[in-house]
């Protein structure tokens, strides 16, 4: 009796001990996880300092540049440090509805450069607007630059740890440290929903804003727009979603939904109109590897996508490539005829293929039953009206928005010259010159400028 009495103090000993050992282990482990996190929202949060300064920078030195080669050189590399700041802030355990015109500020920032660099590189000089513009922008980030920089010291000095704002908004940020809500991005984002709207481009999608939407339909509640976000990807994952907020006085207003996907610690988040039901844009932050995929399977992936989601007809007409991801930009296709106005962008990772980001207010802005006319001209007396030293590879019927938001219907013709290619609009009811574009191949995609 007395040995088997040891014998279960011994047991029950070692089962302690081992018990201790794995509870000691498991602490060891979440605070190594803890540390893991902390630094990596600790990067993030440093990068996006340092992305937006330099954002800060380039406006103010385009402003006195007057050489458009350094303008182009400034834009694009503008461009893409507003991509990556906005990356960077949709990663930190921030709220969206807390960053969304942070967000939103970044990333037509970053379009208006895209259009800007094509604008000097067309041999267009930057008007009074376009330096009116300049100046709004450098000083609205040049406030986000400031507030942000004493944010992070005010971080550093009162020892607080990002990861305590995951989940913690509004009166929760108040109870973590009383100073830092004056220089917290609720702050930051009253003041970022003063800036000026902007008009930006891809290749004929600078007059979206100016157009009625011509989305029709029932208003749908918050339960189907969770519904419509679970179903969205239709990759065979299975996706719960949640409601985050909702927009009112603007062109889409929408509900904003964020996406998990079972089991997996994910960040997606879209907007679903109220009208309709439908997506208008939709971001997965999700770090991106190596590339695997080839762009060719990568449009296929993104066409079979927007099939999915009864998109249909629409035809890639350019992408760019970069970081590993490639976006794809597709118009409608009616009748054999090339329809610019409904425009659909799809971003793809080159890893798996998975798609990453999505954005259709110009699909949703104008797509409509049309009534296209019968061409009044021919095909070679379209091709008459360029220059005859241009050899002609292509040409096509499409409809092109004009200055005063209006659609005409003209022959799309590809040419070359010498090294150069072209894309030439001739109307089709009248002859007229309409538009030109320069086909740029770029080791990382094609532009139309």
Not at 34 to 59: A, H, K, P, T, W
Not at 314 to 325: F, H, K, V
Not at 395 to 418: D, F, H, N, Q, R
Request: glycine residues 6%; contains cysteine; aromatic residues 8%.
């Amino acid at each position: 009796m007395k040995n088997i009495l040891i014998g279960m103090v011994v047991s029950l000993a070692i089962i302690l001990g081992l018990t201790y050992n794995w509870g000691y282990n498991q602490q060891i482990e979440l605070k190594n996880y803890n540390v893991y996190v902390e630094n990596q929202f600790r990067r993030m949060f440093y990068d996006l300092v340092g992305n937006v300064e330099n954002v800060q920078s380039n406006l103010s030195k385009i402003m006195v540049s007057g050489t458009p080669k350094q303008n182009v050189l400034l834009f694009t590399d503008l461009m893409y440090k507003c991509y990556n700041a906005q990356e960077e802030l949709t990663q930190l355990p921030i709220e969206y509805k807390d960053v969304s015109k942070t967000q939103k500020f970044l990333s037509q920032v970053g379009d208006f450069s895209m259009a800007m660099s094509k604008k000097c590189l067309s041999g267009k000089p930057l008007t009074n607007e376009d330096m009116n513009t300049l100046e709004e922008l450098h000083n609205y980030s040049n406030y986000l630059s400031q507030n942000l920089l004493k944010l992070q010291s005010d971080i550093t000095q009162n020892g607080v740890k990002l990861d305590s704002f995951m989940g913690k908004t509004g009166k929760d940020l108040e109870d973590i440290n009383d100073n830092m809500l004056n220089t917290s991005f609720l702050n930051v984002e009253e003041r970022m929903q003063e800036y000026p709207e902007l008009i930006y481009d891809g290749p004929f999608s600078e007059h979206i804003s100016n157009i009625k939407p011509k989305l029709k339909g029932k208003k749908i509640t918050k339960d189907k727009a969770i519904q419509i976000a679970a179903n969205f990807l239709k990759d065979g994952k299975g996706y719960s979603a949640k409601l985050l907020s909702e927009t009112k006085n603007t062109r889409f207003p929408s509900y904003i939904v964020e996406l998990k996907e079972n089991g997996k610690d994910t960040n997606i988040t879209m907007a679903i109109t109220k009208t309709a039901g439908k997506v208008i844009w939709m971001l997965n932050t999700k770090e991106i590897g190596d590339e695997k995929l080839s762009v060719k399977v990568a449009v296929n992936k993104a066409n079979d996508f927007l099939k999915k989601n009864a998109f249909n007809n629409m035809i890639p007409t350019y992408s760019e490539e970069y970081d590993g991801q490639l976006v794809v930009n597709f118009a409608y296709m009616d009748n054999n005829v090339i329809v610019y106005t409904d425009l659909i962008k799809v971003k793809l990772s080159l890893e798996d293929g998975s798609i990453i980001g999505f954005e259709a207010q110009g699909y949703l802005s104008n797509n409509h039953k049309r009534s296209i006319e019968e061409p009044q001209i021919t095909k070679e007396e379209a091709i008459r009206m360029i220059s005859i030293d241009a050899e002609v590879e292509d040409i096509k019927l499409a409809i092109i928005p004009t200055e005063g938001s209006k659609e005409v219907l003209c022959y799309e013709i590809m040419a070359s010259y010498k090294k150069d290619r072209f894309l030439i609009y001739i109307n089709a009811l009248n002859g007229e010159e309409e538009d030109i574009l320069q086909v740029i191949t770029k080791e990382n995609g094609v532009l139309m400028m």
